[in-house]
């Protein structure tokens, strides 16, 4: 079991009053699944793409990532095994514009404290397994949208992560672009990468293999 989310709760302290996002979320994936969460604006999706990213705890329930109990974890435990555990991809990029292809990819590597000797030879492997190895000295103002998007997912892919984590991957591109990126995520995931996307869009949920529908903070439906 790559991850298990127990009677998940989370709320949300609004002037005084408790606003719920998650309700009694329950939820396991396994090691080589591609996973969609799909569900609109306000549905908790975010939420909890944050929880399994890390990046948030829940108000109650238990969260297991790779046998670890998150919430025993210090914050120095909790962020080592984020940067080494999960890769991730935002709708955005995220991307640093005064450093090149290369060296936005390289800064999980400097997280981990990888050896500088050993950086460059990872970093242009994940621009290879993107198609961007004609493009390591540009920086992100002589990229396209979809050039940019997949620095990102290099930058994800360079730890070599147990999980990718995409916050509406295609959110920022054009149709185009969108499924070039979406394409790239199916031959990632043939190659054994465990995928796990969060988008408001039916068609690009439907790129994946499993689809959890969650609306108003409760898992609607989790379908194969």
């Known amino acids: 079991m790559l991850l298990r989310l127990e009677h998940i709760f989370k709320t949300y302290m609004q002037d005084k009053l408790e606003v719920p996002v998650l309700k009694d979320i329950n939820l396991e994936i396994e090691e080589g ?13 975010s939420t909890l793409m944050n929880i399994i990213g890390c990046l948030d705890i829940p108000t109650s329930g238990e969260y297991t990532l790779l046998d670890n109990k998150v919430a025993s974890l210090n914050d120095r435990a909790l962020s080592k095994l984020r940067n ?3 890769g991730f991809v935002f ?3 995220n991307l640093l514009p005064r450093q090149t292809a290369l060296q936005n990819v390289e800064l999980p590597l400097q997280y981990a ?5 050993n950086r460059k030879e990872l970093c242009l492997e994940a621009l290879d397994k993107v198609g961007l190895s004609e493009r390591v000295t540009f ?3 002589q990229l396209s949208g979809g050039q ?11 730890n070599k992560p147990a999980i990718l984590l995409a916050d509406e991957p295609t959110g ?6 969108g499924i070039q990126v979406m394409e ?4 990632l995931h043939d190659e054994g990468v465990t995928i796990i996307m969060i988008t408001h869009a039916r068609e690009i949920a439907e790129q994946a293999d499993r689809i959890i529908t969650i609306l108003d903070g409760e898992i609607k439906e989790d379908v194969l």
């Open 172 to 177: 920022a591109l054009d149709s185009k672009s």
């Open 113 to 117: 404290n990888v050896p500088k000797k």
């Open 148 to 158: 940019k998007q997949r620095v990102a997912i290099a930058r994800a892919l360079v």
């Open 184 to 187: 790239l995520f199916r031959r």
């Open 84 to 86: 080494e555990s999960i």
């Open 91 to 93: 709708q955005n990029f």
């Open 139 to 141: 920086k992100p103002t």
């Open 33 to 45: 699944e591609y996973v969609a969460i799909m569900g609109p604006s306000g549905s908790g999706k």
